[in-house]
């Protein structure tokens, strides 16, 4: 069998990692995450990848539904609470995506469990708020069925 024949075969029995499921996804970002927080010898965390595997698990975790979707819920509530109903004004979800994204990327965090917080709101908050936001939720989402999550 050549190296076509074989990458064809492999192609057509089904998506990438199998039946890999989005709460595999969450739980795949959610040990990463973990282990870096943990200070773990593979996985170095600064502010942005930690934002960044943040955001990847509040997105993976909300579209995957049951457990992952009420802790990264839960989760979000907090900072969105504190954008939406304070000297702010009447802000939307809009707002909150983009205040919860400035603090979590533009702040120094000496620990970095606190942008790991405000990376998996704004992935919760990026689905919830439309325009712009969603865009980038959705295209995650989209590659993410590609690779058998869906």
């Not at 057509?12 to 990692?17: I, L, N, Q, S, T």
């Not at 959705?138 to 590609?146: E, P, S």
Request: aromatic content about 6%.
């Amino acid at each position: 069998m050549s190296t076509h024949e074989t990458v064809t075969v492999v192609l057509a029995a089904g998506p990438v990692f199998g039946s890999l499921g989005m709460s595999g996804l969450a739980m795949g970002t959610g040990i990463t995450l973990l282990a870096g927080l943990r200070k773990s010898d593979r996985v170095k965390l600064n502010r942005d990848k930690a934002a960044g595997l943040g955001i990847a698990m509040g997105t993976f975790g909300s579209a995957a539904g049951d457990m992952w979707k009420t802790v990264t819920h839960g989760i979000a509530e907090v900072p969105s609470a504190l954008v939406q109903g304070s000297v702010f004004g009447n802000v939307g979800l809009g707002a909150s995506a983009l205040g919860v994204t400035l603090v979590a990327f533009l702040f120094k965090w000496d620990k970095m469990l606190w942008p790991s917080l405000l990376g998996i709101s704004a992935g919760v908050i990026y689905g919830q708020a439309g325009g712009l936001w969603s865009i980038g939720n959705n295209v995650v989402l989209k590659i993410a069925a590609g690779l058998g999550a869906l």
